[in-house]
């Protein structure tokens, strides 16, 4: 049973950071691509960013250059550090355990998700 607890959500003001943490298993990190979701309200799931077990990382759209994707092998901990975030950033923010990286909708497992809500 592959688990994701995710933390870090919060609300802040325009040009603020938040970081966001996922743990999983060791297993989970050795297996998977991880990566980061989020849904605004309304709006479908999209992804944000994946990191692949060699630590390669791709990033989706507006995000590129504000966000960081990393990941703590030892503590078995997946981070998104999230820069001058936007208002229009505001959503539910999900970890999630891919098969490929390469393809968004390969996704195995989520996590319960944790909200981000970022006013202007």
């Known amino acids: 049973q592959v688990q994701l607890v995710e933390s870090g959500g919060g609300s802040v003001q325009a040009g603020a950071s938040l970081r966001l943490s996922c743990v999983a298993s060791t297993y989970t990190f050795m297996t998977y691509c991880m990566g980061w979701f989020r849904q605004a309200p309304g709006k479908e799931r999209e992804g944000v960013a994946t990191?692949?077990?060699?630590?390669?990382?791709r990033y989706t759209g507006s995000m590129k250059g504000r966000f960081i994707i990393s990941k703590d092998r030892a503590k078995n901990t997946l981070t998104l550090q999230m820069n001058s975030l936007k208002p229009e950033d505001t959503g539910m923010y999900y970890c999630?355990?891919?098969?490929?990286?390469?393809?968004?909708?390969?996704?195995?497992?989520w996590g319960q998700g944790t909200q981000v809500t970022v006013s202007s």
């Open positions: 990191i692949d077990s060699d630590g390669i990382t």
């Open positions: 999630a355990a891919l098969r490929y990286c390469y393809n968004l909708k390969s996704v195995d497992y």
